[in-house]
């Protein structure tokens, strides 16, 4: 290959990477081990998937959720329950992350292992908004009911797989966040 060929093939390349989107494509969710906990994940797993995200989910203990977050080694969870279970973890983490809210009340399977009036909220550190502002959206924009969360449990009863439970039940009920897409 003679070296003008090489130049203009480096220069393409050079163009190429300068215009690529330097938005994070991958998300680390951080899950409690409960079944509503897991499928709840994943559900957020397999919509951020759906808009180009690469998702890895890890199963951790509440309080460990909170000290990864905290330390920007984890992005969002969907397991925080709040405002009693993690009251040890809020007064020495919580200023560094955003509550997004619940996005269901809880499941009657979940009663009496979280103190009543807890929910399930989802937690994401601050600097996301910043490094994956579509995904932070994406986190904020989700909501299901009960029902969904248990029909993806009762899915993976079959499966025994989390993911494939969530993407068959997102495949069967399109979710419609209401986000504009960026050109």
């Known amino acids: ?21 330097s938005t994070p494509r991958e998300i680390h969710l951080l899950s409690g081990a409960r079944p509503a906990e897991l499928a709840r994940s994943h559900l957020a797993g397999a919509v951020l998937e759906q808009h180009g995200y690469g998702v890895t989910i890890e199963q951790v203990r509440l309080g460990k959720i909170w000290q990864q977050l905290w330390a920007g080694n984890g992005d969002a969870s969907l ?36 103190p009543a009036g807890d929910r399930p909220h989802t937690l994401v550190r601050r600097s996301l908004e910043q490094d994956a502002p579509e995904a932070f ?13 248990e029909q993806i449990m009762a899915s993976w009863q079959q499966s025994q ?23």
């Open 137 to 149: 959206a994406i986190l904020q924009a989700l909501h299901w009911q009960p029902e969904d969360i």
């Open 79 to 114: 397991s925080v329950w709040l405002p009693e279970a993690s009251a040890p973890f809020v007064e020495r983490f919580f200023e560094r992350l955003h509550d997004l809210g619940p996005k269901d009340g809880g499941l009657a399977s979940e009663a009496g292992f979280w």
């Open 161 to 183: 797989d989390w993911r494939q439970a969530a993407r068959s039940w997102l495949a069967a009920h399109p979710v419609d966040l209401g986000l504009v897409q960026q050109p």
């Open 1 to 21: 290959m003679n070296t003008a060929v090489k130049a203009v093939l480096l220069m393409l390349g050079l163009m190429l990477a300068a215009c690529t989107d």
